[in-house]
Nanobody, 121 residues
Framework: QVALVESGGGLVQPGGSLKLSCVDS??????MAWFRQAPGKERDFVAA????????YYADSVKGRFTISRDDAKSSVYLQMNSLTSADTAVYYC????????????????WGQGTQVTVSS
């Protein structure tokens, strides 16, 4: 049973950094991803890492600023976010699925409850 719990959100100033964590208590070992949803907007793909950890994929808007990683010993996936701007303000969701990476939210069957990230001075 996959159960995802995110943490690490909060308020950060523009240009700052934040690291999000997601624990899979079901220890599924699935491919993992981060999505985000700003108020009044659709849920967008941010980054993903495959089940072996050997392949990562990023949205163009976060390339070079965000880094996704996983620690299977801790059943956790992380999102290190640097050089944050107000455009990064959103609720960030952790998601899991078996095998392949997809950028479409509907392809991911398992979701966490989300964690709020607010970038503001």
């Amino acid at each position: 049973q996959v159960a995802l719990v995110e943490s690490g959100g909060g308020l950060v100033q523009p240009g700052g950094s934040l690291k999000l964590s997601c624990v899979d208590s079901g220890r599924s070992g699935y491919t993992m991803a981060w999505f985000r949803q700003a108020p009044g907007k659709e849920r967008d793909f941010v980054a993903a890492i495959n089940w072996t950890g050997g392949r990562t994929y990023y949205a163009d808007s976060v390339k070079g600023r965000f880094t996704i990683s996983r620690d299977d010993a801790k059943s956790s996936v992380y999102l290190q976010m640097n050089s944050l701007t107000s455009a990064d303000t959103a609720v960030y969701y952790c998601a899991a699925r078996p095998q392949a990476i997809f950028t479409t939210p509907s392809a991911w069957p398992y979701w966490g409850q989300g964690t709020q990230v607010t970038v503001s001075s």
